[in-house]
């Protein structure tokens, strides 16, 4: 809901508040006083393209700023939050929204929401949630065959909004099988090659039988009998200082190390320092006598089949540097690709299983999509029905008595998310005439009807809290006027109407009434925006009704239609 508008600048409005309120709101004045100004307004906060020709006459600049009262926690308030915006919560689950356009000379303009520099094109977004405008171009709610397809769903109710669900959920599967199906079909012979490449490439590497860390072992050894003279002649030498048979003076590490502890075993008992460091010698001893043991094993390892180990240790390499490097670059990336490639072998292998699968599945679920979408054909034709008769019963009242309203359902070919109707809402001008689609052969203010009528039976949605009306009772009169008057306080009751409107009859249905007025004490006219209570509204509405303000005929014709609409000159806004 908009509780206030603040104009600065726009066309004949120099500086102007508009303080709404929830209800019925009419907004009157002179002719030329600027009331379709405030429709431009709203149009500009509502994403509308700039026009620098809307600046007042003499000013640099036109601005608009409006407050708005948003759920919280509703699609609006998210979306701001998400745009950078910020909302003011109230406490009570709703929240304040400021929104404003500003349009400079050279047609150039600026927006913010919620604070926030932001493109017209969010407001065209947001707008969606916020305000329906209806005026006396084209600007029509139910301009999209889209659009008059939901508004029949939500008319349609509970009954539709079960079935479509259903529908939905089911569509979904069906379609994601069919997708699947196709493509598993289109690819079948370039998965059938993909799996020949695939089991070949597997085959060969399962020849080989890798093992993980195996090309790294492999190398040290081969590294090892490589060097294997080298290595045996070290050890045997090695072997000979620590422990040797062949020197004539017996002068060996462990011969040396023996006389060394005798040597201190003699003296020890002259000094127990001693006895301990001949105790150190003699371990020294042992661990010589272990290395010269394990120098002679070492070298004898190295027997006349090394050369022949060493052989096959290079043909294994070079069979594990093949399989490198055709899947690696390394072996751990060869073991990778073999685990994933028998995944996808095997879910290859089976795709005539998978295929004969969902040709069953997507058989029966397009039964199933086939029935409830004739399901929501039936729903939708006999609440199209209903919906043609009551709006045809609504334009009857608002001066359109040969006019109807039908609602076209028709089926098509296709399949949709939404089921496979068309839906378009036509107008039938008079008995026999020729069905046309809304906006078509309409006036600007017979289409404002219409849309009124639809909107007042489309009302108990409440899908958009504000509507808008730009003269809606344009070309009516008399009772045809109470009426129109009437139906806009019906559908205040569920959200928030603003009409500009130059019919006291209209007017007087209003519970917050406010007046555009000019004032030509300068050299420009500048309007201005009051409300109305009281004597005030008493004496708008006789200038509306006779032109004569001052009228005791007027005035007292005035306050018996006052009476009528049940608002009374200083009542209360609805």
Known sequence: MIEEIGIRGLGVIGEATLPLSPGFTALTGETGAGKTMVVTAVGLLLGERSDPGVIRAGADRASVEARWLVDEQGPV????????????????GRAEL??????????????????????????????????????????????SAAAQREALDRFAGAELA?????????????????????????????????????????AEIEVVAPQPGEDAELQQRADRLSNAEELRLA?????????????????????L??????????????????????????????????????????????????????????????????????????????????????GRLLELDTDGERIAALERDVVADELIVTELADELSAIRSSAGARLSTEVSAELSALAMPDAELLVDVRGREDFTASGRDAVQLLLQPHPGGEPRPLGRGA??????????????????GGSVPTFVFDEVDAGVGGAAAIEIGRRLARLAETAQVIVVTHLAQVAAFAGNHLRVEKDRSGEVTESSVRRLLGDERVAEMARLLSGLPDSETGLAHARELLDVAGTGAGSPAR
Do not use: C
């Open 443 to 460: 006036s600007g203010g017979e289409l404002s009807r219409i849309m009124l009528a639809i909107e007042v039976v489309l009302a108990s």
């Open 235 to 255: 050890a045997s030498e090695a072997h000979e200082l620590l422990s040797s048979e062949s020197l004539d003076d017996a002068r060996d590490v462990i011969t």
């Open 77 to 92: 308030a998210d979306r701001v939050r998400e745009a950078g915006g910020d909302v003011d919560p109230l406490g009570d």
């Open 162 to 202: 079960e079935t479509m669900a259903k529908y939905q959920t089911a569509f979904r599967r069906w379609t994601a099988g069919r997708d699947e199906l196709n493509r598993l079909i289109a690819d079948r012979d370039q998965r059938s090659s993909e799996a020949d490449e695939l089991r070949d490439q597997l």
């Open 98 to 143: 400021l929104i404003s356009r500003t349009i400079v000379g050279e047609g150039r303009s600026r927006a913010s929401v919620g604070g926030r520099s932001a493109p017209a094109s969010l407001l065209a977004e947001l707008a969606e949630h916020l305000v329906v405008v209806h005026g006396q171009s084209d600007q029509i709610r139910l301009r």
């Open 257 to 342: 190390l023996a006389q060394a502890r005798r040597a201190l075993e003699r003296a020890a008992e002259l000094d127990p320092e001693l006895a301990a460091l001949a105790e150190q010698v003699d371990a020294v001893s042992y661990q010589a006598v272990d290395a010269a043991t394990g120098l002679a094993g070492y070298a004898a390892g190295f027997d006349l089949d090394s050369a022949r180990e060493l052989e096959s240790i290079q043909q294994r390499i070079s069979e594990l540097g093949l399989l490198t490097r055709k899947f690696g670059p390394t072996l751990d990336d060869v073991l990778a690709f073999l685990d994933a490639g028998s």
